[in-house]
């Protein structure tokens, strides 16, 4: 694990959308929670796809358990072998005249293909072939591999973590603008950045276009290739 440069820090999101991987291009290192609470109204076991002009969601079968457990510790349920079969349908119906549906669905067959039925593992390794096939260069790093941070919270625990890594900059989505404070980050030797949240617009077959949509989305109307470029050119920060 090496030290010094640019940190993002996530949750791990089912094949999120394009600014999750706009973030993770712009930084040296990509760190994943693990050691957070599941929260199931949140996006790390389902996202947005669109079925002809209309968003629509898709999610992962959980078993039952906790509300209080970390993500590390959430199950996929014991019928997803038969549940993805129809996330798989929905998605193929959604998609099948989407001008690269081949290889977006290669990709998506790859995630879903992964024998773990550990929500983390399972995500985290989404996380991992998206970045690969995105040919994004930031280590991919696990919060618990990290060090033992649990115990604090927000800007707290977000520090620490920058600390650990000897981060001198940080880079967060806009959403988070009003839950860190500019003069404590400096105060600590981090710079604080923050994305600007646009992402671009593309083809989606429609009159309307449908924003902030899984990454599956993108990869379906405008390809691999041209998503690579989408990240290269979004900003300004």
Not at 2 to 17: K, N
Not at 55 to 73: G, Q
Not at 155 to 177: H, M, T, W
Not at 214 to 219: A, F, P, Q, R
Request: glycine letters at 8%.
């Amino acid at each position: 694990m090496s030290r010094g440069g640019s940190i993002a820090i996530m949750q791990p999101y089912f094949l999120p959308y394009l600014g999750y991987w706009q973030l993770m291009n712009r930084v040296d290192k990509f760190v994943v929670y693990d050691d957070i609470q599941f929260s199931k109204s949140g996006w790390v076991h389902r996202n947005k796809y669109l079925e002809g002009s209309k968003e629509r969601i898709f999610t992962l079968p959980l078993r039952k358990d906790s509300d209080f457990l970390y993500i590390a510790n959430r199950e996929l349920s014991s019928t997803f072998g038969e549940e993805k079969l129809k996330i798989r349908r929905k998605l193929e119906g959604a998609y099948r005249n989407a001008p690269h549906f081949t290889d977006g669905m290669a990709v998506f067959d790859e995630c879903l293909s992964f024998q773990n039925n550990n929500l983390f593992q399972f995500v985290s390794n989404s996380i991992k072939i998206i970045s690969t096939r995105l040919e994004l260069k930031a280590e991919i790093l696990i919060s618990s591999d990290v060090g033992d941070t649990k115990s604090l919270r927000g800007q707290d625990r977000v520090i620490s973590l920058c600390q650990i890594l000897g981060a001198k900059e940080y880079i967060n989505p806009i959403g988070g603008l009003s839950l860190y404070d500019h003069d404590r980050f400096e105060k600590e030797g981090i710079e604080l950045k923050f994305n600007s949240g646009k992402t671009p617009s593309y083809d989606q077959m429609n009159k309307q276009f449908v924003p902030n949509l899984s990454i599956l989305d993108s990869l379906m109307f405008s390809g691999i290739e041209r998503v690579k470029l989408y990240l290269r050119e979004l900003g300004p920060w």
